[in-house]
């Protein structure tokens, strides 16, 4: 059995990945995350093309339409509508939780 | 090597064409895809589906299963000596996962780190964990232990799935939903191929008092009628310890009174707020000096609660 230590990385808003990273944390091209941006379904922080970054947080949407893309046989399109999709369920599952919380014990 | 029935996991024919094994993948990813199922076995079976079809769907794959012979789901089997062209070896099948076999099938013979058609890279798979944290432990900080099973090459170039315990330190700061990156923690890379990553999925466990809303807490205040009425001064827990809270006089039920930065801290910066959620509690049995009381009190009062609903309705 192994025991390893391992370095923790927030990925929020303040937390900032280049394109180059992002193909590598999502495992998309970067034509298709290029496609993603020309959709408007992947907004950039910083909208310069040459040095365009994205908000960590975008980073596990991403990758769950990736797995979509490779097991649903997903095109750019598509994919892009997942995406869209899949950040509007990530902030109605925020709310969800926030209103939860809200309500007294035993309502919910 | 225990044997898996990848048709009958696709639930196809031993002799279904490439175009019927698409469809019943199809078919079954759309219920089992953990990130379209609500099914809560989806992942395991998704995982099955996906192995399935990745050696089925490959016609190369596909020979070198059919080789195998047919077998009942998990009986114990060792593929024909030749098989695979590796040769040799043949302990070294006991232990291995029939995935791990057929996942780099065809770069070497199923063997790999040989280098006959020149090493390619391979990045090694993300892997993503539930990791479920007390409200107390999001507060202050901890260490989890996750137990993981990686793949790995082993030194005679078989991958085989090895146990690893990894432990994170979660900061303080996380909340239910943040995700966080562990570097070069997930499977293995080959030849010069990057470590993957392991992903953590944070969610709280349910506290008996507090339930958290991003970095705010939120807390159930029972007053008793006369403390909401008089006004009072009450001791309120918090995760950094009681504080004492001011009830204002004529407090209602569902007020939300603020406890400024006695919430979880943020990862950078700050703190959230405790809000504390009136209730007028109303005791479950009066003595007899009591009911007089209150009696005493119907009697006197002009109060009337429900004013407002007289001339409401057209």
Redesign the interface.
């Known amino acids: 059995m192994n025991t390893e230590h391992g370095e923790i990385i927030w990925l929020d808003a303040r937390c900032e990945v280049s394109l180059a990273e992002l193909v590598r944390l999502s495992g998309l091209t970067e034509t298709e995350l290029q496609q993603l941006v020309d959709y408007g379904a992947l907004v950039p922080v910083s909208q310069r093309e040459a040095q365009w970054t994205f908000s960590g947080e975008c980073v596990v949407s991403i990758q769950a339409a990736q797995r979509l893309r490779k097991d649903f046989d997903l095109d750019p399109n598509a994919l892009s509508v997942a995406l869209r999709l899949l950040e509007r369920i990530r902030a109605l599952e925020s709310q969800l939780r926030a209103l939860r919380a809200e309500l007294p014990a035993g309502r919910f | 090597m225990k044997y898996k029935d990848y048709y009958a996991i696709l639930g196809v024919e031993r002799n279904a064409d490439t175009d019927a094994i698409k469809k019943a993948y199809?078919k079954l990813?759309h219920k089992y895809?953990p990130?379209?199922s609500k099914d809560p076995q989806g992942e395991a079976k998704?995982k099955d589906v996906?192995e399935a079809y990745a050696t089925l769907k490959d016609a190369e794959k596909r020979a070198a299963y059919d080789q195998l012979g047919r077998h009942s789901p998990g009986e114990d089997f060792r593929p024909p000596p030749d098989w695979g062209r590796q040769g040799g070896g043949q302990q070294s099948f006991d232990e291995a996962d029939l995935a791990d076999l057929f996942a780099h099938f065809g770069r070497g013979g199923g063997r790999r780190g040989a280098g006959h058609h020149g090493p390619i890279p391979i990045p090694g798979e993300?892997f993503?964990v539930r990791a479920e944290v007390s409200l107390e432990n999001a507060y202050h900080g901890t260490v989890l232990e996750l137990a993981l099973s990686l793949p790995e090459m082993d030194a005679e170039g078989y991958m085989r799935h090895?146990?690893?315990?990894?432990?994170?330190?979660?900061?303080k700061g996380a909340t239910?939903?943040?995700?966080?990156?562990?570097?070069g923690?997930g499977g293995k890379g080959f030849n010069s191929g990057?470590d993957g990553?392991?992903?953590?999925?944070i969610t709280l466990k349910p506290h008996a008092l507090f339930?958290?809303?991003?970095h705010?807490?939120?807390l159930?205040l029972p007053l008793a009628p006369w403390e909401a009425l008089l006004g009072a001064t009450v001791e309120v827990p918090t995760l950094g310890g009681t504080v004492q809270l001011k009830i204002p006089t004529g407090t209602q039920a569902g007020q939300k009174l603020r406890l400024a930065k006695r919430g979880l801290p943020k990862?950078?910066e700050g703190e959230g707020d405790l809000?504390a959620?009136v209730?007028i509690a109303v005791p479950a049995a009066a003595n007899d000096k009591e009911r007089a009381l209150y009696q005493q009190l119907a009697e006197g009062s002009s109060f009337k609660p429900r004013g407002h609903f007289k001339g409401a309705v057209a």
């Open positions: 199809r990813a895809h990130d379209v998704f996906a993300d993503e090895v146990p690893h315990t990894i432990k994170a330190r979660i900061p239910d939903g943040q995700r966080l990156r562990l570097r923690k990057h990553d392991l992903y953590l999925n339930r958290a809303s991003g705010d807490l939120y159930d990862p950078h809000f959620i209730q």
